[in-house]
């Protein structure tokens, strides 16, 4: 016998039946004439059913496949099962790389920038001078102990200042969300006593 079939998708190697296509005789149209017919509309309805059966029953072997843990999910409540469609289409999406599925990436992750920020907000809090790089520096050289030494002292300064204007791009994004928050918060609490004041 041959080796099992095997497909690669998105990087990952699928096999078994989820490698293969859709081959069923179940699927044959009866011969009818009349294309315009009830009878041939009834039967392309029943084979759009019957393939539409047979591409769920694989989905609990792609679930496998893409690392799902299938057992963790309720098959026997529509609920259940729109539970397990919703985490497969996820699945599918970060797999073959959608991008607004995925999380940004960036040289500085923000949590390091985040980190920085913190740092520069307790400085200003101090009254040190240059706060945020001043707060900069300090997590550039703490992640590269190379840039402590005297030699790369500049060096140290141009990353440093590359990280503080993430920080101060961080801080107004921040900004501009707690006062989209608050003013969100602010409409929602009057909107009962506007709707009241109409009657």
């Not at 998708?9 to 490698?19: F, K, N, R, V, Y």
């Not at 039967?43 to 059913?49: I, S, V, Y």
Request: aromatic fraction near 4%; include cysteine; charged fraction near 30%.
């Amino acid at each position: 016998m041959g080796r099992p079939k095997k497909k690669q998708l998105a990087g990952i190697e699928l096999s078994g039946t989820i490698a293969k296509p859709i081959d069923d005789t179940s699927l044959i149209l009866p011969f009818i004439r009349d294309l315009d017919s009830p009878e041939f509309k009834t039967a392309l309805n029943e084979r759009a059913d019957r393939l539409h059966q047979l591409r769920i029953a694989k989905l609990p072997e792609l679930a496998r496949q893409l690392g799902m843990a299938v057992e963790r999910y309720d098959f026997s409540t529509h609920s259940g099962l729109m539970v397990f469609y919703a985490q497969i289409a996820l699945n599918m999406a970060v797999k073959f790389q959608i991008p607004g599925f995925l999380e940004v990436k960036a040289k500085w992750s923000r949590e390091i920038v985040k980190l920085a920020m913190d740092g520069g907000d307790a400085r200003k809090r101090l009254g040190l001078s240059n706060p945020d790089l001043e707060a900069c520096l300090i997590v550039v050289q703490g992640l590269d102990s190379e840039l402590t030494r005297p030699g790369r002292k500049t060096a140290a300064i141009k990353r440093a200042k590359t990280l503080r204007n993430l920080v101060s791009i961080l801080r107004r994004r921040l900004a501009r969300e707690e006062s989209a928050r608050q003013a969100n918060e602010q409409r929602r609490k009057t909107a009962p006593a506007a709707s009241t004041s109409l009657h």
